[in-house]
């Protein structure tokens, strides 16, 4: 069975902190993708990025990173100098191909508040 | 443009009535879904379409009926609302079946309140 775990319910840092959001993933396939989205308070969801299980390279945006272990089954994402902005639900998800689509598993998000 | 819209954004209606959300994707996309999201902000997949056929129901009560009348529409019908249908529904498409890789884009939700 596929499961997404964020354990992290919330988490408040002071502007300029750096923030670690943890994402734990369980799957039996070999080929998988995972992903994060950003709901900001006012709703909607915002595509961040995407890696596939084939892929362990870390990827730097900006003041974004995500670091992908399979060792250790984690897809954790970074965001270093927080701002204001940053303040949203953040959440982990994986896809896996069913037939000929994709099917998605979405953590239950982590709720990030940064404080001015 | 926005690629994935849905309306109405917000929907307060009295129980028992019926209602329907309506998505548009201008994307080129096969896949389109419709996503619940709960007070707790848990997202659960409802249905999925992909070029107008249906291909994942979600034990989703039968008052919901999506219909697809073509790939870049996929329209939610809620019949006799009850008070447990409050949530934030996400209409959300994705790229021709290619396997895995293909990201899905949300609209910008569409919240409904039963009263």
């Known amino acids: 069975a596929q499961k997404v775990t964020q354990a992290q319910t919330e988490i408040s840092v002071v502007e300029k902190e750096d923030v670690t959001l943890d994402c734990v993933y369980e799957?039996?396939?070999?080929?998988?993708?995972l992903f994060w989205y950003k709901q900001p308070p006012s709703g909607e969801l915002v595509f961040l990025i995407r890696r596939n299980s084939f892929d362990e390279q870390n990827e730097i945006s900006g003041r974004y990173s995500w670091n992908f272990q399979k060792s250790t089954s984690s897809f954790n994402f970074t965001i270093t100098a927080s701002q204001v902005v940053d303040s949203a639900v953040y959440f982990c998800?994986?896809?896996?191909?069913?037939?000929?689509?994709?099917?998605?598993?979405f953590g239950s998000g982590t709720k990030l508040n940064v404080k001015p | 443009d926005t690629a994935v819209s849905q309306t109405p954004k917000y929907l307060v209606t009295q129980m028992g009535n019926d209602k329907s959300i309506k998505c548009e994707q201008n994307l080129g996309h096969d896949t389109m879904y419709w996503y619940k999201q709960d007070s707790k902000k848990f997202l659960k997949i409802m249905f999925s379409y992909n070029n107008k056929e249906l291909i994942i129901n979600e034990t989703v009560p039968n008052r919901f009926s999506p219909k697809s009348p073509d790939k870049a529409h996929l329209n939610l019908h809620i019949n006799s609302l009850e008070l447990g249908d409050s949530a934030v529904y996400f209409c959300a498409s994705g790229a021709p079946g290619q396997g895995t890789g293909n990201t899905i884009y949300f609209g910008e939700g569409s919240w409904l309140t039963v009263v």
């Open positions: 998800a994986l896809s896996r191909q069913v037939g000929n689509f994709n099917k998605f598993y």
């Open positions: 799957t039996r396939d070999t080929t998988y993708y």
